[in-house]
């Protein structure tokens, strides 16, 4: 007899799933380090906005007013020996002085006059200084009439802005003029700090003469 042989059936395929890559380890941030981050931001904000501040300061651009070139037209440049022009836009006073004007008594060195932009700001405090057209200092060995005086603490000017009396540690600051075809120009950023020599840094001026009718 012949023997049925066996029929084998094959072993199912075992059919392979692709494997996702485990997830990278995402380091966690304490609330410590969370609050470090955001302190050090904070200060490299507020350096970056010093810095820019004082790049500003150190090159202003467009200024204008008090800090930039401030122009004075001829008719308000007061006349030799008047008195003085307060600016309100450039914080300055503007003085003509007669030739020798605004000396102490004991300077006996020669000044020629002219004009000197003053900055209004007294240096003890400050405050403010008006003319005084009708002012004697009795601390002033030449008792002249008009003075610069301070409203707070009773320092006193000349006509230059020189001390002639009170706490103020020195004479009124000057800022730099220009003339021009108008007038002049005050650079209010370019400032020197005041001293008895006020009124040999005043500049000569002449106004130009008018020009004439055209025909």
């Known amino acids: 007899m012949t023997t049925p042989s066996a029929v084998v059936n094959p072993a ?4 392979s799933e692709a494997v996702a890559p485990a997830p990278p380890d995402v380091p966690r941030v304490s609330r410590r380090g969370i609050l470090r981050i955001g302190f050090f931001a904070g200060i490299a904000a507020m350096l970056s906005g010093i810095g ?15 800090g930039g070139p401030v122009a004075v037209l001829a008719a308000q440049i007061p006349k030799p020996g ?16 007669a030739p020798g004007e605004g000396r102490l008594a004991s300077d006996e060195t020669p000044a020629e006059g002219g004009l000197l932009a003053l900055w209004w700001k007294c240096p003890h405090l400050g405050c403010t200084v008006p003319w005084r057209n009708d002012f004697v200092s ?8 008009g003075d610069f005086v301070c409203p707070c603490h009773g320092s006193t000017y000349t006509r230059a802005g020189v001390r002639i009396f009170g ?7 000057t800022m730099e003029i220009e ?3 108008t007038g002049i120009t005050v650079q209010t950023g370019k400032r ?24």
């Open 12 to 15: 199912p395929a075992i059919r």
């Open 82 to 97: 008047a008195p003085p022009v307060q600016n309100i836009e450039g914080h300055f006073l503007l003085v003509n002085l």
């Open 138 to 145: 009795p601390h002033d060995d030449g008792h002249r009439r």
């Open 167 to 173: 706490p103020a540690p020195r004479s009124l600051d």
């Open 179 to 181: 003339l021009t075809k």
């Open 192 to 215: 020197r700090e005041g001293s008895e020599d006020n009124p040999r840094r005043a500049i000569p001026y002449a106004p130009l003469p008018p020009r004439p009718p055209t025909t």
């Open 52 to 66: 820019a501040t004082l790049l500003n300061s150190l090159y202003p651009r467009g200024v204008a007013g008090f």
